[in-house]
C-alpha cells in the first residue's frame, strides 16, 4: 500500500527519471557486473579461478600498463590543477579583454579527442614544430657562442616510449581538460563571499596568506569535485597513448582493448578493466579520506 501511495504521490518523477535509471541499468551497472564475472571464469573450463590475474601480474606488458596509467594520471592532474587553478584566479580578475580570453582558454573543449592527439603528433612528432624550435634554439646559441659548432642537434623522438612519452600524453591531455578544471574552480571562485577578503586584508594578511588560508580552504569542495572527476577519465585514458604512442606506452584502457580485440581473450580483458575500476575507486576513497577528510564533500 505505501509503495503504491508513493508511485501515485511521485509518478511523474518517476517518469522522468525511468529512462535514466534503465540507461545505466542496462548499459552501465550490468555490463560491468558482467565483465567482473567474466574476470573470475577460466577461458577454456568456464571454471570460478584466479588464473586471469595470476597471468596479468606474470605479464610485463600488463606492469607496464599499470605503472603509465597511475604515472600519467598522477603527472596530469597535478599539470591540469596546477595550470586550471592559475587560469581560474586570472578569470576572476576584471580585465580588458576578458571575454576573448575566457573564449581562447575553453577552445580545447570543442575539439574531439581524436583530432587534439592527430594535432599533438604535428607538435611532437620527429619532425614536428617542438623538435623545430629546441633545433633553432640550439643554432641560436651556437651563433652566440654558448654552445659548440661541432654539436649536432639529434630530433627526439617523444612516442618512442619512456617518460618523454608519458609527458607528452599527461601533456595532452592537459590541454585538452584544462578547461573543465578551469570552470570548476572559478565557479567556486566566484562563490567565495568579497567579505571574506576584506576580513583578511583588515586583519593585515598577504597576498600570499589569503591565498593559502583563506582561497584554498574555501575552494576544497571544487578542487574535491575537480579531482574525483579528472581522475576518473585520466586512469582509463584511452584515446591519446593509442594515437601518440600505441603499444610503446601502453596503459590499462589500451591494454584491455588488446587483449579483447586483437587476441580474443575477453577473460583476460575482463580482469584487467575490473583492475582498472578497483584502483578508480580505491583512489577516490584514499583521496576523501586522506586529503579531503570529508570537509570537500560537506
Do not use: C
Not at 584566479?89 to 573564449?103: A, D, M, P, Q, V
Request: glycine share 6%.
Amino acid at each position: 500500500m505505501k509503495v503504491a501511495n508513493f508511485i501515485k504521490k511521485y509518478k511523474l518523477e518517476i517518469l522522468f527519471i525511468a529512462p535514466l535509471t534503465l540507461y545505466i541499468f542496462y548499459f552501465t551497472l550490468i555490463p560491468i557486473l558482467q565483465t567482473i564475472s567474466l574476470s573470475f571464469v577460466d577461458r577454456a573450463t568456464d571454471q570460478f579461478t584466479l588464473s586471469n590475474y595470476r597471468y596479468l601480474l606474470e605479464k610485463s606488458h600488463f606492469r607496464k600498463s599499470f605503472f603509465n596509467t597511475i604515472t600519467i594520471t598522477f603527472l596530469g592532474l597535478s599539470m591540469q590543477m596546477t595550470f586550471g587553478l592559475i587560469l581560474a584566479l586570472i578569470l576572476k580578475k576584471n580585465f580588458k579583454g576578458k571575454g576573448f580570453f575566457r573564449s581562447i582558454i575553453l577552445t580545447p573543449m570543442g575539439v574531439p579527442t581524436l583530432v587534439s592527439g592527430v594535432a599533438l603528433l604535428y607538435i611532437f612528432d620527429t619532425h614536428g614544430y617542438f623538435n623545430e624550435l629546441i633545433y633553432r634554439l640550439v643554432e641560436g646559441l651556437k651563433l652566440i657562442g654558448i654552445m659548440s659548432e661541432s654539436y649536432r642537434f639529434i630530433p627526439i623522438d617523444w612516442g618512442s616510449g619512456g617518460l618523454r612519452t608519458i609527458f607528452v600524453i599527461a601533456f595532452g591531455d592537459m590541454w585538452k581538460v584544462t578547461p573543465i578544471v578551469t570552470l570548476l574552480l572559478l565557479a567556486g571562485l566566484e562563490s567565495i563571499p568579497h567579505d571574506v577578503y576584506e576580513a583578511s586584508q583588515i586583519d593585515g594578511a598577504t597576498t600570499w596568506q589569503t591565498f593559502r588560508l583563506v582561497t584554498l580552504p574555501l575552494l576544497k569542495p571544487s578542487i574535491t569535485m575537480a579531482v574525483i572527476l579528472r581522475a576518473v577519465d585520466a586512469f582509463r585514458i584511452f584515446e591519446l597513448p593509442m594515437i601518440l604512442a600505441g603499444r610503446q606506452t601502453p596503459v590499462l584502457a589500451t591494454f584491455a582493448y588488446e587483449e579483447y580485440r586483437i587476441y580474443n581473450n575477453a577473460n583476460v580483458s575482463g580482469a584487467a578493466s575490473t583492475i582498472l575500476l578497483f584502483l578508480i575507486v580505491a583512489f577516490i576513497l584514499l583521496y576523501l579520506k586522506v586529503v579531503d577528510k570529508g570537509e570537500g564533500m560537506a
